[in-house]
């Protein structure tokens, strides 16, 4: 087995924030709807089927945990528009896939130390 190199572990409260945020169904609806393109708050609670309040409170969250961005139009600084983080998702990704080839390097281990036994 090969030792690969260590990594600089994410940090626990990014990662653990991100979690939290995409933790709730509505949150991961918002994700998806954003996936398409940005959107006004209140389009995003049209589509989710929710309260300007509730789902002010789940951008809130999104936006905390540095998964989604605002800006406000030259035309109304009232108006408020979501998008995507670029790059939001890549400390999940990094996290996913260290967990996998641990799971993996784990695995090929046993399987080679049950063949060995034979």
């Known amino acids: 087995m090969t030792a690969r190199p260590a990594r600089k572990p994410l940090p626990r409260t990014t990662l653990d924030a991100t979690l939290v945020a995409l ?8 994700v998806d709807l954003l996936r398409h ?11 989710a089927g ?7 409170r789940h951008l809130r969250t999104l936006r905390a945990a540095g998964v989604i961005e605002e800006s406000h ?6 108006v408020r528009i ?6 939001a998702m890549s400390g999940i990704k ?7 080839r641990l799971w993996t390097d784990q695995l090929t281990a046993f399987k080679a130390h049950l063949e ?3």
Not at 24 to 30: A, M
Not at 73 to 78: K, N, Q, S, T, V
């Open 23 to 30: 933790a709730d169904p509505h949150r991961r609806h918002v």
């Open 50 to 56: 929710l309260s300007a309040p509730a789902m002010s």
């Open 94 to 100: 990094d996290w996913l896939d260290e967990t996998e």
């Open 73 to 78: 139009p030259e035309f109304d600084a009232r």
């Open 82 to 87: 979501y998008r995507l983080r670029p790059g």
């Open 116 to 118: 060995d036994g034979e």
């Open 37 to 47: 393109g940005p959107l006004r708050a209140g389009e995003l609670a049209a589509a």
